[in-house]
């Protein structure tokens, strides 16, 4: 496989230099940079699932034919909105109009089903226009055909069919003479989003195609340039969704204390107070004052489904509550805090509509995160620790991943040597803490970032795993580990040199 990756032809690597380039930002555009330098390609460390993409990607467009055959749902040229669009700036939906003419058969009626099926890659594939129409009245066929339409890229004269399709027309009594073409006026209802933006920006601008949406509001992060079209872009995305109310443009990064964001209202309804649903919870939030990610409902389902009943969790940056309520609903005892007073506001509330609370065991305080653990969980892990027979294992959750690993400093040396010790190894806590790491070696970079804080070297029982991609170049880490004993009380063993400035963590 490394010999048959190192040899790639210069076609497949300049494919992928250029598929890199213009490729919206993604995991698939982040691993091509990694793996394509120095005039090599080392696809041979990509994982299968990512290759694979990348091999059907260079395939497709290697092949003429497939490119042909998927240009109707490719968005091409013919069903594009009008040239005359390009550069607007104030919506105007009555420039989006342009007639095409598409050709079509007349085909009995009992012989419509046959022959869509047979035919299935000629027959017209778009979305606002029906395959098959009515005939003209004044069309002699009229009360017993209908018009089926084709592919205009494909069929441009009754020429274009090939024999096996003649054949199969003869078979269904389609006679070519009926070959004729429909009109069809397209307007502002026929063009979806993507395809409005794309053809208002100028060229040199990257369309905006996806957002996320966040109960009613839509979030948009608009690249520069975008500013003059903004406002637009924001109404049509409005009249193409029903359900969006609100649309609004992050303006900057995440607060670093609150984990919110600046944003700017573009079009609808100045109402940041909504309702999201995720994995059978409902969250309340006002958008503009918390933070909320709808990319980590997994991150969010698959953490809580590790944790049992009789565990127990400390969610030290809990925002609204995506990890603590399903944690909570399950039974499981779970301290959550937020610094951000509106997270602390939404998530007592959230924990309240969700019933997650039933039995007493969610536990809400708005403290800053080094003053929680400090505070609450060393009280809370004397007590466990105390137990003379625990149940469940112990998981501190820090999702914050510009700054969680810094806060690992509050376990250093929390405990003096007078405080009461686990019994036992599996007494001492779980750390999850998120990170975002820039270096190619992801998990070396992740694993010393954490272990820089802590000032020893972890051993082998460290998880570390990707999350998602953020941007080129920098990914979403999760480090799961056990905090060690001689982190935990710190300053209690030393060398014939004094303190240990790293050693390995048991």
């Given at each position: 496989?490394?010999?048959?990756?190192?040899e790639?032809?210069?076609?497949v690597?300049?494919?992928l230099?250029?598929?890199?380039?213009?490729?919206?930002?993604?995991?698939?555009?982040?691993?091509?940079?990694?793996?394509?330098?120095?005039?090599?390609?080392?696809?041979?460390?990509?994982?299968?699932?990512?290759?694979?993409?990348?091999?059907?990607?260079?395939?497709?467009?290697?092949?003429?034919?497939?490119?042909?055959?998927?240009?109707?749902?490719?968005?091409?040229?013919?069903?594009?909105?009008?040239?005359?669009?390009?550069?607007?700036?104030?919506?105007?939906?009555?420039?989006?109009?342009?007639?095409?003419l598409?050709?079509?058969?007349?085909?009995?009626?009992?012989?419509?089903?046959?022959?869509?099926?047979?035919?299935?890659?000629?027959?017209?594939?778009?979305?606002?226009?029906?395959?098959?129409?009515e005939?003209?009245?004044?069309?002699?066929?009229?009360?017993?055909?209908?018009?089926?339409?084709?592919?205009?890229?494909?069929?441009?004269?009754?020429?274009?069919?090939?024999?096996?399709?003649?054949?199969?027309?003869?078979?269904?009594?389609?006679?070519l003479?009926?070959?004729?073409?429909?009109?069809?006026?397209?307007?502002?209802?026929?063009?979806?989003?993507?395809?409005?933006?794309?053809?208002?920006?100028?060229?040199?601008?990257?369309?905006?195609?996806?957002?996320?949406?966040?109960?009613?509001?839509?979030?948009?992060?608009?690249?520069?340039?975008?500013d003059?079209?903004?406002?637009?872009?924001?109404?049509?995305?409005?009249?193409?969704?029903?359900?969006?109310?609100?649309?609004?443009?992050?303006?900057?990064?995440i607060?670093?204390?609150?984990?919110?964001?600046?944003?700017?209202?573009?079009?609808?309804?100045?109402?940041?107070?909504?309702?999201?649903?995720?994995?059978?919870?409902?969250?309340?939030?006002?958008?503009?004052?918390?933070?909320?990610?709808?990319k980590?409902?997994?991150?969010?389902?698959?953490?809580?489904?590790?944790?049992?009943?009789?565990?127990?969790?400390?969610?030290?940056?809990?925002?609204?509550?995506?990890?603590?309520?399903?944690?909570?609903?399950?039974g499981?005892?779970?301290?959550?805090?937020?610094?951000?007073?509106?997270?602390?506001?939404?998530?007592?509330?959230n924990?309240?509509?969700?019933?997650?609370?039933?039995?007493?065991?969610?536990?809400?305080?708005?403290?800053?995160?080094?003053?929680?653990?400090?505070?609450?969980?060393?009280?809370?892990?004397?007590?466990?620790?105390?137990?003379?027979?625990?149940?469940?294992?112990?998981?501190?959750?820090?999702?914050?991943?510009?700054?969680?690993?810094?806060?690992?400093?509050?376990?250093?040396?929390?405990?003096?040597?007078?405080?009461?010790?686990?019994k036992?190894?599996n007494?001492?806590?779980?750390?999850?803490?998120?990170?975002?790491?820039?270096?190619?070696?992801?998990?070396?970079?992740?694993?010393?970032?954490?272990?820089?804080?802590?000032?020893?070297?972890?051993?082998?029982?460290?998880?570390?795993?990707?999350?998602?991609?953020?941007?080129?170049?920098?990914?979403?880490?999760?480090?799961?580990?056990?905090?060690?004993?001689?982190?935990?009380?710190?300053?209690?063993?030393?060398?014939?040199?004094?303190?240990?400035?790293?050693?390995?963590?048991?």
């Amino acid at each position: 496989m490394q010999h048959m990756c190192n040899e790639m032809t210069t076609e497949v690597l300049n494919f992928l230099r250029k598929f890199s380039a213009n490729l919206r930002l993604s995991r698939q555009s982040a691993l091509i940079r990694l793996y394509t330098k120095d005039n090599a390609c080392y696809l041979c460390e990509v994982r299968p699932s990512s290759l694979q993409k990348l091999i059907h990607k260079w395939m497709f467009s290697s092949d003429p034919d497939s490119q042909k055959n998927n240009t109707m749902t490719g968005n091409a040229a013919f069903f594009d909105p009008p040239e005359s669009v390009r550069g607007m700036k104030v919506l105007d939906r009555n420039l989006f109009r342009k007639t095409v003419l598409i050709p079509g058969l007349a085909v009995p009626e009992k012989s419509i089903g046959k022959l869509a099926k047979s035919l299935k890659k000629e027959v017209l594939r778009f979305r606002s226009i029906k395959p098959v129409v009515e005939l003209s009245v004044k069309d002699s066929l009229a009360k017993s055909h209908k018009l089926m339409l084709f592919n205009p890229l494909k069929i441009k004269s009754a020429e274009d069919f090939n024999e096996d399709q003649r054949t199969v027309l003869e078979k269904l009594n389609v006679v070519l003479s009926s070959f004729q073409f429909y009109s069809f006026d397209m307007k502002y209802d026929n063009w979806d989003h993507a395809e409005i933006i794309k053809a208002v920006l100028p060229e040199e601008l990257e369309a905006v195609t996806g957002f996320a949406i966040v109960g009613h509001v839509a979030h948009l992060n608009l690249r520069d340039g975008a500013d003059d079209y903004k406002n637009l872009i924001g109404q049509v995305i409005l009249d193409k969704h029903r359900t969006i109310k609100t649309v609004v443009n992050k303006l900057k990064s995440i607060d670093s204390e609150f984990r919110n964001f600046k944003m700017e209202l573009l079009a609808g309804e100045p109402d940041f107070t909504t309702t999201v649903k995720e994995h059978g919870c409902t969250f309340t939030f006002d958008f503009s004052k918390v933070y909320w990610n709808t990319k980590l409902g997994t991150e969010h389902n698959l953490v809580a489904s590790q944790i049992k009943q009789e565990d127990t969790v400390f969610d030290v940056f809990a925002g609204v509550g995506p990890f603590a309520i399903p944690c909570g609903k399950k039974g499981i005892t779970v301290f959550a805090n937020d610094l951000n007073p509106d997270s602390y506001e939404s998530l007592v509330l959230n924990v309240s509509k969700n019933k997650a609370n039933h039995n007493s065991n969610v536990h809400c305080f708005n403290m800053d995160g080094r003053d929680f653990i400090k505070q609450i969980f060393s009280k809370e892990m004397e007590r466990i620790w105390k137990d003379p027979s625990p149940k469940g294992t112990v998981h501190v959750l820090m999702n914050l991943p510009a700054l969680a690993v810094e806060f690992l400093d509050s376990f250093v040396g929390l405990f003096n040597q007078s405080s009461c010790k686990p019994k036992d190894p599996n007494c001492l806590p779980y750390v999850h803490c998120y990170y975002f790491s820039k270096c190619e070696n992801l998990e070396q970079d992740s694993r010393e970032a954490v272990e820089r804080v802590l000032g020893c070297t972890l051993d082998d029982s460290i998880s570390i795993r990707e999350v998602r991609n953020v941007a080129p170049g920098k990914e979403m880490m999760c480090i799961k580990f056990r905090v060690p004993e001689s982190v935990l009380f710190k300053g209690n063993v030393e060398t014939e040199d004094g303190p240990a400035a790293k050693k390995i963590c048991l």
